[in-house]
């Protein structure tokens, strides 16, 4: 298992994403998503939502219906039937590897901070539930920003919430949008591989991501 301390060596801050990355809930979003597409007869295949995980959810919406070649549903109704299934949800399960950092910045004085592409609504829904308010202070949220992953608007603005250089922050995400967006603001970056922290090794044209080697 590898040492958080050692993952934090010469961070300045850490700033994470929030689904898939603190919390475990990848296959209640689909599954949301997935019921709020039915009447439109749109699949959301298990695989291709993995793919697309990082985006904001209207962008998800208008690639599923191009995959599917009918017209975008109306995202304002798909949105609010997905996000009213989620909030109806369990808590999430938070993810042990991502959950030590957490705590282990925190121990350490480190500022911490979430970015995330979700709606600001149901970030903080999640952040309250589990009881991380303290933690977590700083969240950023696609409300927050211009525009969502990949562009590093929310990893930035976390950042700049948190007082940090950005090349002095240590960025988690777990998608390849999201993991995008960490490198394209200059943030040295971890990925969640095999439920371990890894640091990014790669990021090629076709934006395929590669953990390090340990």
């Not at 007082?163 to 993991?179: H, N, S, T």
Request: glycine share 6%; proline share 9%; with cysteine.
């Amino acid at each position: 298992m590898t040492d958080p301390a050692a993952l934090l060596r010469g961070a300045q801050a850490l700033i994470v994403d929030w689904d898939g990355t603190v919390v475990d809930n990848t296959a209640a979003r689909r599954a949301a998503l997935q019921a709020a597409l039915a009447p439109h007869g749109i699949p959301v295949p298990t695989e291709r939502y993995r793919a697309l995980a990082g985006l904001p959810v209207r962008e998800v919406i208008a690639r599923l219906a191009a995959d599917a070649a009918l017209l975008p549903p109306p995202a304002e109704e798909v949105v609010a039937r997905s996000r009213a299934a989620l909030l109806a949800d369990p808590a999430p399960r938070p993810i042990p590897c991502t959950l030590d950092l957490l705590q282990t910045a925190g121990s350490l004085g480190l500022p911490l901070a979430v970015a995330s592409s979700a709606a600001a609504v149901l970030v903080h829904d999640g952040i309250q539930r589990l009881g991380l308010q303290a933690m977590l202070p700083v969240v950023v949220t696609l409300d927050d920003v211009p525009r969502g992953k990949p562009a590093p608007d929310a990893y930035l603005e976390a950042a700049h919430r948190l007082g940090a250089a950005p090349m002095r922050c240590l960025a988690v995400d777990d998608a390849k949008d999201g993991i995008a967006a960490a490198l394209a603001a200059g943030m040295r970056t971890l990925i969640i591989h095999h439920g371990r922290l890894v640091p990014v090794a790669t990021a090629n044209t076709s934006g395929a991501v590669r953990a390090a080697q340990p």
